[in-house]
């Protein structure tokens, strides 16, 4: 579980600094969380330091329309 991997949360840390605009992963899976829930916690503390977060395979995944978040 990378949530919990001392560079995930070196990342988290940048984040809340403002010191990252975006952040590309390969897919949406990539990111490290274990399920949706948690992918929604993550996506919306990168929502509220303006941080977006892209994946190769499937676009934007913080841009908050309905397509994405479904």
Known sequence: EAYRRPEFQ???AAVRAGEIDWI???SKDRF??????EFGKFASELK???VELW??????LTSGDY???I
């Open 67 to 69: 397509a994405t978040e």
């Open 48 to 50: 509220d330091n303006d």
């Open 24 to 26: 590309i992963v390969e």
């Open 55 to 60: 994946s190769v395979t499937g676009g934007c």
């Open 10 to 12: 070196q990342l988290m």
């Open 32 to 37: 490290g969380t274990r399920d949706s829930h």
